[in-house]
């Protein structure tokens, strides 16, 4: 009887994971206010049958910067004070971290035809570190 229950508990436990989703995602984001770099994320899922599923994702975008434009504004506006110090207020630090939901099913139409609808949901926390213009040491 020991056996048995264990040979059960073997099946079902690798049978399980054949319903959940993982992956680990590596890549490079190129938004429009600052240069480009690496982003990493994971995405995972659960299927609810054989025709449903849910996804969930979240990414981490890392970015220091000197905005050019602010730098040469800067020694436009404050010609006294050019070089290091102007590159230094115009210094950002951004962290961005989207975050997507999203449904996926599946609607058999005959043997060789399937229909799928899907539909996602996202948001976006973006953390934006500016320097102090008067004391730009401290952020």
Do not use: C
């Not at 989703?21 to 899922?45: C, Q, R």
């Not at 950002?92 to 139409?109: E, Q, V």
């Not at 949901?121 to 973006?126: K, N, S, V």
């Amino acid at each position: 009887m020991k056996r048995i229950l264990f040979l059960f508990a073997i099946l079902t436990a690798t049978a399980l994971p054949q319903w959940n989703t993982g992956a680990v995602k590596l890549g490079y984001f190129n938004p429009s206010a600052t240069d480009g770099g690496f982003i990493i994320g994971f995405e995972g899922g659960q299927h609810f049958d054989k025709y449903m599923s849910w996804t969930w994702s979240i990414d981490w975008f890392h970015r220091n910067y000197v905005d050019k434009k602010l730098v040469s504004e800067l020694n436009q506006f404050y010609p006294g004070a050019t070089g290091d110090l102007n590159e230094l207020r115009a210094t950002t630090n951004i962290h961005d971290f989207p975050l997507m939901i999203g449904a996926t099913a599946r609607f058999p139409m005959s043997n060789r035809a399937q229909f799928y609808a899907t539909g996602s949901i996202g948001a976006e926390l973006l953390i934006i570190n500016y320097r102090n213009f008067q004391n730009p040491s401290d952020d």
